[in-house]
């Protein structure tokens, strides 16, 4: 009679795990929904327009008719487990898709066969293979009218190689597909199956010598003895099989279903996840393996935080088995948490399990500590061990957010927090510079879809704005100051008399003050009001309204009076005359200067030069990072990259992004200058 850790590890190998992504609209919901369909997880095909798919299960995804987060879905296909994640397809979405590389064996880029091959289907495949995952391409609405499909293999060959080869073909103009792997005769739209299988047998034994021998010597092989160099192959991304479908008439789908059961790789056979142990320099790679029985090791690739259920941490399984009472570590927190229920998800249905083994992909509820990328387990050894992370891509779209009802600032920053907690592209950020609290994310369409979130899901309300750019204020010249400080109003009076003067600093230096008063003309004591008055005009600004930087101030005489003198009188005293002595030191408005790395497509390198230029910035150097991209590095103004991925999209067709760091202050043009100047002008007046 079988054990239960040899029942455990036969279970393991009966599971198989699938991110499916790529580009918006091409399918990818339309095709889970197939999928759970035929194999009989659910009792109908949902529809997008309807809203009534299980993936798209959000009010928003609903009303949008696109996919917004990413979902997880199971079925079960000739006694295999599969785990299934749908995608959102937009680049303001990687923040979702991207953490579903994580938790999957095989990466399935999807392709429309009416729009082709784009921008986000060359970079999901490009993350995908960072990541060493099994690759293989799905071709949907292939009995879409006008279509090529010969035409679009020869693209998908062309762009990503002629490791491309489809396992499968359509016959009947799309009614129907002949497999390819396992049948060597036959006809399709393609022709004869048998160049087809041809190829694909060559491919997989060219990574096994023997194999190689052996075709050599007899022509052909049994495709069931090819498993082994198959999973190699897949392993090392020489074989990119690619498979079509309609998920409207269902062709494809059973036999769709067949591949990921008979040649996707298990938890066994696949590349391990990229784990390493302790941070920095002293991180070392630590391999996590798909045995049952050893302690366990999971990672938390999405978070979600409802107001009404709480959170929920879904993560995968990488080693040892997780069950109901299991006591598990949050990456290095020192007190565990009991599994109280643990779920497998349906979309928005959880399916209570008793247990989760490697590659299954669970979920646990109203565990406040968990986390976006931690590491969970159950030994006190672990509490160090990460998954290296990836590359998200930066957050630079901003906008400074603040509730409708004043007193709310506290529960917006906290509602604003939760979001970004389900979301590693969005940022959340207090910007001492401007007093303002700034949302950041990758785009105009992902900060509104996080906005109506916040007033859906939330009901909250909140006002945004453009963030306001840090401005700075200087002087370029020396130049002295004097205020005579005088008033009598019945009572006491007040009289300060104040002679100071004014330099530059070298641009960061910051601010110094200097008393050189001799001969007792201000009291000692007095000095400090002094100071405070020239430190209020440092905040407030003497010109536009900005903070005053680099500049020395040394106040060298005056006078005083021995019953009227006060700490206030010197106070307004020193204000004033350090504000007739920046309007005399030829004062200049500085602007934030930011470093920006700007990967495009070659071809758009000459649009996107120019629009900098046109954006006062600084071309400082181009590189090419490989498969067609370049890196654009330059300097430009903060105050012109306004809505810049909105702009940058539409040169580079989405295919371009970029990332922004403060590099140095710089005085702004004469005429922006101006402008400044007036609008505090008119404020003041106000």
Known sequence: MPNRSSGLAAEMQSVRTLALVGAAAAGKSSLAEALLYKAGAIGACGSIERGS??????????????????SVMHLTHAGTRIHLIDTPGGPDFLGQSMPALEAVETAAVVINAATGIEPMTVRMMAYAASRRLARMIIVTKTDAQGVSLTGLLADIQATFGRECLPLNLPDRVGKRVVDCFFNRFGQTDFGPVEAAHRALVEQVVEVDAAFVDRYLEDGDMDPAELHAPLEQALREGHLIPVCFVSSRSGAGVAELLDVIVKLLPNPTEANPPNFIVGEGAQAKPMEAKPDPTLHVLA??????????????????????????????????????????????LQGKDHVEVSHAVPGDIVAVAKVDEIHFDAVLHDAEEDSHVYLAPLAFPVPVYGLAVEPKRHGDEQRAWEILGKLAAEDPCLRLEHVAATNETVLYGLGELHLRIVLERLHEVYRFEVQTR??????????????????RHKKQSGGAGQFAEVFLRIEPLARGAGFEFADEV???????????????GVREVLACGAIAGYPVVDVRVVVYDGKHHSVDSKDIAFATAGRRAFMAAIREARPAVLEPIVQIEIAVPEHSVGDVTSDLSLRRGLVTGTSGLGAGTVAIGGQVPEAEM????????????????????LSHYEAVPPAVQQTLTEQYQVREDD
């Open 299 to 344: 990672h938390v690739f999405k978070v979600t935080i409802d107001p009404y259920v709480g959170k929920m941490g879904i993560f995968r399984v990488h080693q040892g088995t997780v069950t109901r009472d299991s006591q598990l570590y949050i990456g290095d927190g020192r007190k565990p948490f009991k599994v109280g229920h643990l779920f497998m």
């Open 518 to 532: 001799r001969g007792g003309t201000i009291p000692g004591q007095f000095i400090p009001a002094i100071e405070k």
């Open 642 to 661: 306004a809505n810049y991925q909105s702009r940058l999209n539409a040169m580079t067709s989405g295919q371009g992004r970029y990332t922004i760091a």
């Open 466 to 483: 453009p963030p306001r750019i840090a401005y700075r204020e200087t002087v370029t010249a020396p130049a002295k100051g004097h205020h």
């Open 53 to 70: 798919t299980v993936s798209d299960h959000d009010p928003l995804e609903r009303r949008m008719q696109h996919s917004l987060n990413a």
